[in-house]
C-alpha cells in the first residue's frame, strides 16, 4: 500500500472513531490495558536482546547487528550497541535524553534522535509509556484488538500516535507516528512473531517503515532474560568512561530460538 493510500485509511479510521464507532471499551477498561501494556513492556530483570538488523532504501539494501539491554525500573533506561555504524548509547526513558557515544566521543541528544544511518529514532524503539501521551482515545474495536491513540505529552517528535493492541495479551502489535499534524503519517512499526519471556511477551520481529525516506527497517531479535552486564555501561554518571560489550559469536547453522 501506498504512503497516501495508508494515510487514507488511517485519516479514516480516526474518523469513524470521532463519529461514534461502537466501542465496548469504557474509559477504565483502557486506562487498566494501557497499564497492562505498559507492564508487559517493563522487564523484572536485566533482558537482553541480540539483533540481526536489515535496512532497506531506494539506493538498496544493508544489514548489521545489534545489542539492546532493557533495565528493570520506572525510568525506562536502556542500551543500545550497533555494529555499523559503531555506535553505542545509553537511553535516558523518562528524561527524553540519550547518551550517544560514536568514534567522535560522546554526546547528549534528545530520544528522537536518529540511530546512524538505520533511518530509525530511538524513540522508535523505546518502551511503551502510558503518561507519555493524553487524551487517549478509542478510534477502532474487535474481540481481540483495540486501536487507541494519543497526542503527544512529553516531549517527542511525535505529535500523535496510534497503537494496535492485543487485548488478551496486552502486546503492541502496530504503532502508527504522526508528525506536526495528523494527516502526517512519517512512520509505522509492526512488531510480530512475540515470545513469552518470563511471563511477559516480546516481539521477535519488528519492521518499521519510514515513509518520508521511503525505506524498511527490520529487526530480528534473540532475547534473553537475566541478563548481565557491567553497571557502569548502565549508569549514566559513568557511560562514556566505558567500552562497548564484546559481539556474540555467529549463530551456528542449527540457530538459536527466538526466545531462551
Known sequence: MTKSGFLSLATAVLLMGQAGTAVGMDSESLRLLLLGTQDNNTPRTLLRADVELALKTHAGERATEAIALFVPGKDARWYLQVKDPAISALIL????????????GTDTVPISASIGNLDISYEDLS????????????????????????????????????????KERKVILKAQFYSESLSNLVKLR?????????????????????????????????????????????AAESFSSTTPLPWPPVASASGDTAGE
Not at 141 to 164: C, F, N, P, T, W
Not at 197 to 220: A, Y
Open 93 to 104: 526513558g523518562t528524561e527524553r535524553k540519550v547518551l550517544q557515544r560514536t568514534e567522535n
Open 127 to 166: 518502551r511503551f509509556i502510558e503518561s507519555d501521551l493524553k487524551l487517549w482515545q478509542i478510534t477502532d474495536e474487535s474481540r481481540d484488538k483495540v486501536l487507541i491513540g494519543g497526542h503527544a505529552k512529553a516531549k517527542s517528535a511525535y505529535v500523535y500516535r496510534a497503537y494496535s493492541i492485543d
Open 190 to 234: 509492526v512488531d510480530e512473531e512475540h515470545v513469552l519471556i518470563g511471563k511477559k511477551w516480546h516481539p521477535g520481529k519488528i519492521e518499521i517503515q519510514n515513509f518520508p525516506e521511503n525505506s524498511t527497517t527490520t529487526l530480528r531479535l534473540r532475547w534473553k532474560q537475566a541478563a548481565t552486564a557491567p553497571p557502569e555501561l548502565l
